[in-house]
């Protein structure tokens, strides 16, 4: 089972960035079986919900933090999920984790923490 985020960088404040993270291995199989979200965490703080999005893709949650700037979407045919982030401020600079909710479970898993598997890090750097 593997997460693979990609898509991070450094951009300066008020630009956009669009992460990526793309599923593999068996478990994987189905991936639209799997509510998808991201995370992220700043230096020196914990990790903290971003956004959630459905198994179908048609509900989607977001932290009050983000909201209005960042969307989440996912193409189930490409086993990918994704985070556009626009408008960044210097506050959003963290590394994002990728995670899927447990098989079958919704996505306010996630947004609970209950976080079936979770991907490797990009590290997003906004410059003031």
């Known amino acids: 089972v593997q997460l693979q985020a990609s898509g991070g960088g450094l951009v300066q404040a008020g630009g956009s960035l669009r992460l990526s993270c793309t599923a593999s291995?068996?478990?994987?199989?189905?991936?639209?079986?799997?509510?998808m979200g991201w995370f992220r965490q700043a230096p020196g703080k914990e990790r903290e919900f971003v956004a959630a999005?459905?198994?179908?893709?048609?509900?989607?949650h977001y932290a009050d933090s983000v909201k209005g700037r960042f969307t989440i979407s996912r193409d189930n045919a490409k086993d990918t999920v994704y985070l556009q982030m626009n408008s960044l401020k210097h506050e959003d600079t963290a590394v994002y984790y990728c995670?899927?909710?447990?098989?079958?479970?919704?996505?306010?898993?996630?947004?609970?923490?209950?976080?079936?598997?979770w991907g490797k890090g990009t590290l997003v750097t906004v410059s003031s």
């Open positions: 999005i459905s198994w179908s893709g048609g509900t989607t």
């Open positions: 291995g068996r478990d994987f199989s189905d991936f639209s079986s799997y509510a």
């Open positions: 995670a899927a909710a447990k098989r079958d479970s919704a996505w306010i898993a996630l947004y609970r923490g209950d976080v079936g598997y």
